[in-house]
């Protein structure tokens, strides 16, 4: 959901391997130091067949959140699978100017570059969500990062992409992400711009691409290689490589899923050529593009596109109507629109299935980001964020801090009475922590009103004062 803002000079890095490796082979070493002169520190991950002699493909793995040896843990089975080393910085921040976050990420890699031997133009980024945002605009900056690996993000900043300097793209998303529609518009841009790109489209519960998918964006990246002449072509992995893409395809063909299969042979076309001989997949694409389930899964698809689209709007007037005039009223509007989509979950239609977790993914980012801005502001509107808040408990009945933050500004506000609601609604969703609710900041008065430790006793029992008996 949030964009990227342009920046305005450019990091390259220039170190060369110089350091013996002491590092750990098939695990994590975590806590390295990226130089004497900052106190910033990374985790990297060696293949276990990893050796010296021998120079490796790297992915350093973007967190916005710091915390490398989680972010490399992520991806560790796929680079394990694929030959990859991982690195990933425990300083990086989404409270960090993204300036700031450029530089602490150029700092990694030259420590990584100087520690490790490299292969020359096989450096990439990787990251989930608005991290992958990140690594996705640090190819424009650091120009030795030859891809990017983008886990349910598109491109961070189109804006500022350059031409001159492409880098190859592989996205991965489930058709529920919310970012789905956004990835494959940026596919379009990317293709009109002549970067290398490939989108892995995928399905199932989990919004999180499996081990085998994320092993097959690093494949891509590899294949690519060859075909550039950066690596050697090795004929055994390339037939592997297309006998494993095809009986993808081929599988959702079967499961009746013409577009994934279309995705995916698309794909193949744009990494194995020049590699092998592309008549026969392309003639597979041609005659499934014709077929009456492609054409009618096609149209359905993009007749629900349309429709989130417009829903998509109604949403952003809407919230932003809501903020700028606190109109609390219209919260049983939200509250409808919720209900609406719970229904749509159930319909026999895939593609307005899909639609429906897209929606509801999109809204909660988009609150998300409206109670950042708010945060971010020198004037903090707790009149607009309490309201935020009480829509997100709308929007993510589960999310326990909306509930917990709505208390807090209410009783900031000493309007207790909506605190007690809302403790009371906290309460019934299964909430437990009892000791959270009792160091909830400006809850001081709160806590102590019989109101509030009935309300404890009653759900959770043990309230720290007595409940008078009236």
Same mark, same amino acid.
């Given at each position: 959901?949030?964009?990227?803002?342009?920046?305005?000079?450019?990091?390259?890095?220039?170190?060369?391997?110089?350091?013996?490796?002491?590092?750990? /082979?098939?695990?994590?070493?975590?806590?390295?130091?990226?130089?004497?002169?900052?106190?910033?520190?990374?985790?990297?991950?060696?293949?276990?067949?990893?050796?010296?002699?021998?120079?490796?493909?790297?992915?350093?793995?973007?967190?916005?959140?710091?915390?490398?040896?989680?972010?490399?843990?992520?991806?560790?089975?796929?680079?394990?699978?694929?030959?990859?080393?991982?690195?990933?910085?425990?300083?990086?921040?989404?409270?960090?100017?993204?300036?700031?976050?450029?530089?602490?990420?150029?700092?990694?890699?030259?420590?990584?570059?100087?520690?490790?031997?490299?292969? !020359?133009?096989?450096?990439?980024?990787?990251?989930?969500?608005?991290?992958?945002?990140?690594?996705?605009?640090?190819?424009?900056?650091?120009?030795?990062?030859?891809?990017?690996?983008?886990?349910?993000?598109?491109?961070?900043?189109?804006?500022?992409?350059?031409?001159?300097?492409?880098?190859?793209?592989?996205?991965?998303?489930? /058709?529920?992400?919310?970012?789905?529609?956004?990835?494959?518009?940026?596919?379009?841009?990317?293709?009109?711009?002549?970067?290398?790109?490939?989108?892995?489209?995928?399905?199932?519960?989990?919004?999180?691409?499996?081990?085998?998918?994320?092993?097959?964006?690093?494949? @891509?990246?590899?294949?690519?290689?060859?075909?550039?002449?950066?690596?050697?072509?090795?004929?055994?992995?390339?037939?592997?490589?297309?006998?494993?893409?095809?009986?993808?395809?081929?599988?959702?063909?079967?499961?009746?899923?013409?577009?994934?299969?279309?995705?995916?042979?698309?794909?193949?076309?744009?990494?194995?050529?020049?590699?092998?001989?592309?008549?026969?997949?392309?003639?597979?694409?041609?005659?499934?593009?014709?077929?009456?389930?492609?054409?009618?899964?096609?149209?359905?698809?993009?007749?629900?596109?349309? !429709?989130?689209?417009?829903?998509?709007?109604?949403?952003?007037?809407?919230?932003?109507?809501?903020?700028?005039?606190?109109?609390?009223?219209?919260?049983?509007?939200?509250?409808?629109?919720?209900?609406?989509?719970?229904?749509?979950?159930?319909?026999?239609?895939?593609?307005?299935?899909? @639609?429906?977790?897209?929606? /509801?993914?999109?809204?909660?980012?988009?609150?998300?980001?409206?109670?950042?801005?708010?945060?971010?502001?020198?004037?903090?509107?707790?009149?607009?964020?309490?309201?935020?808040?009480?829509?997100?408990?709308?929007?993510?009945?589960?999310?326990?801090?909306?509930?917990?933050?709505?208390?807090?500004?209410?009783?900031? @506000?000493?309007?207790?009475?909506?605190?007690?609601?809302?403790?009371?609604?906290?309460?019934?969703?299964?909430?437990?922590?009892?000791?959270?609710?009792?160091?909830?900041?400006?809850?001081?008065?709160?806590?102590?009103?019989?109101?509030?430790?009935?309300?404890?006793?009653?759900?959770?029992?043990?309230?720290?004062?007595?409940?008078?008996?009236?």
């Amino acid at each position: 959901m949030k964009k990227l803002l342009l920046l305005t000079f450019v990091l390259t890095s220039t170190a060369i391997f110089s350091q013996e490796l002491r590092l750990l /082979r098939g695990a994590i070493s975590e806590n390295l130091v990226v130089n004497d002169s900052v106190n910033e520190t990374f985790s990297l991950y060696l293949p276990s067949n990893f050796e010296v002699n021998k120079a490796w493909p790297v992915a350093f793995v973007m967190d916005l959140k710091g915390k490398g040896k989680a972010a490399v843990s992520m991806l560790l089975g796929a680079a394990e699978q694929e030959g990859y080393v991982l690195a990933s910085s425990d300083n990086i921040s989404d409270s960090l100017s993204i300036s700031e976050n450029v530089l602490i990420a150029n700092r990694m890699f030259n420590s990584v570059i100087s520690t490790i031997p490299l292969a !020359k133009n096989r450096m990439y980024t990787a990251g989930f969500g608005s991290s992958a945002m990140f690594a996705s605009i640090l190819p424009t900056f650091v120009r030795n990062i030859n891809g990017v690996i983008s886990i349910g993000a598109s491109v961070g900043n189109v804006e500022i992409l350059n031409p001159k300097q492409p880098f190859q793209f592989v996205g991965l998303v489930n /058709r529920e992400d919310y970012n789905f529609t956004e990835m494959l518009n940026s596919r379009e841009l990317l293709n009109k711009l002549k970067f290398p790109n490939e989108l892995i489209v995928f399905d199932g519960d989990r919004m999180l691409p499996e081990g085998d998918l994320i092993a097959n964006a690093f494949r @891509m990246l590899t294949l690519t290689s060859m075909a550039k002449g950066h690596l050697e072509k090795d004929s055994s992995l390339v037939a592997s490589s297309y006998d494993r893409f095809l009986t993808l395809a081929n599988s959702n063909i079967s499961k009746q899923k013409p577009l994934l299969a279309t995705y995916q042979l698309l794909d193949m076309e744009k990494i194995f050529n020049p590699l092998v001989d592309l008549d026969t997949l392309k003639a597979t694409q041609k005659t499934l593009r014709r077929s009456s389930n492609y054409r009618q899964a096609n149209r359905s698809q993009n007749s629900y596109f349309l !429709k989130e689209s417009f829903t998509k709007e109604d949403y952003n007037y809407y919230l932003e109507e809501d903020i700028i005039t606190y109109n609390y009223a219209n919260l049983g509007w939200w509250n409808y629109q919720m209900q609406e989509l719970n229904k749509l979950d159930k319909s026999s239609n895939l593609y307005e299935r899909q @639609m429906s977790s897209r929606l /509801r993914g999109y809204i909660n980012a988009l609150v998300s980001d409206n109670i950042d801005f708010n945060y971010a502001e020198d004037v903090v509107d707790y009149e607009a964020l309490n309201l935020l808040h009480m829509l997100k408990t709308i929007t993510s009945p589960k999310d326990y801090n909306a509930y917990l933050e709505v208390i807090s500004i209410s009783s900031k @506000m000493e309007d207790y009475g909506t605190a007690l609601f809302y403790l009371e609604e906290l309460l019934k969703t299964g909430y437990t922590d009892k000791s959270g609710l009792y160091s909830l900041e400006h809850t001081a008065l709160f806590r102590i009103m019989p109101e509030f430790n009935e309300m404890v006793e009653k759900y959770l029992k043990g309230a720290r004062y007595d409940v008078i008996e009236r």
